[in-house]
């Protein structure tokens, strides 16, 4: 049972362009949603999270919306640069379970040129 | 450097020969996890350990063991390795404040198992 989906397996957007990556979820009981970019031969790296009283959080490029009723959020690239391509992955955790993250499946982006 | 060091960074070893994967971190962290990652199946959490002498099972244990006798060293062992545990493996570590904190991964093990 896949809690955490991510239903695009790659996405490729051109360079200067907005990349926008989905994730959905099932699990009510989740409260924090981490994006994680991860390079070949490289360990995931944190890049931006939300907590699930907001609906927004920004950071630089880099911004994430969260839709509770919806059970989606997406994480937006503005603008996109080719240091962007990478697998991206959305997991999410709740509070009291011993901070175990669970992630969705990742989206390849490739930024072009 | 902050950093997560796994080692090997990779392993091609055969059934049933006994491995071990080593995990350390210099960052103080009480939590430590392991995870593996697959085609289509994202990461999954294999063991986690809240502190020192504290570990419990993720969501996909079976086949694997692991132990927590200092803060910094968490780790994995296979005690009799199968093709089907072939797989990317991470470990992460978090301080102890807040379930929002991020996790931080080291750049895995990729063990093939003939």
């Known amino acids: 049972d896949q809690q955490v989906k991510q239903n695009s397996p790659s996405l490729s957007v051109q360079e200067g362009r907005i990349s926008i990556l989905n994730c959905d979820y099932t699990n009510s009981m989740f409260d924090y949603f981490l994006w994680y970019k991860k390079y070949p031969a490289e360990g995931p790296t944190f890049l931006i999270s939300i907590s699930s009283i907001k609906d927004k959080n920004e950071d630089g490029r880099f911004t994430v919306f969260l839709n509770k009723s919806a059970k989606h959020l997406s994480l937006h690239i503005v603008p996109s640069q080719p240091g962007d391509s990478a697998v991206y992955f959305c997991a999410a955790s709740a509070t009291g379970t011993a901070s175990k993250l669970t992630f969705g499946t990742g989206t390849r982006l490739q930024v072009t040129l | 450097e902050a950093q997560v060091t796994q080692n090997p960074r990779y392993l091609i070893t055969v059934t049933g020969k006994k491995l071990t994967v080593t995990c350390s971190q210099n960052?103080?962290?009480?939590?430590m996890s392991w995870y593996r990652q697959d085609p289509g199946l994202g990461l999954r959490q294999i063991y986690y350990s809240m502190n020192v002498e504290v570990t419990d099972k993720g969501d996909v244990p079976e086949g694997y063991k692991v132990s927590r006798k200092e803060k910094r060293n968490f780790p994995l062992i296979l005690e009799s390795p199968s093709p089907n545990q072939t797989s990317l493996y991470f470990c992460?570590?978090?301080?102890?404040?807040?379930?929002?904190?991020?996790?931080?991964f080291g750049d895995g093990t990729r063990l093939s198992i003939l």
């Open positions: 992460a570590s978090r301080g102890s404040t807040g379930p929002g904190q991020p996790q931080h």
């Open positions: 960052m103080n962290h009480e939590y």
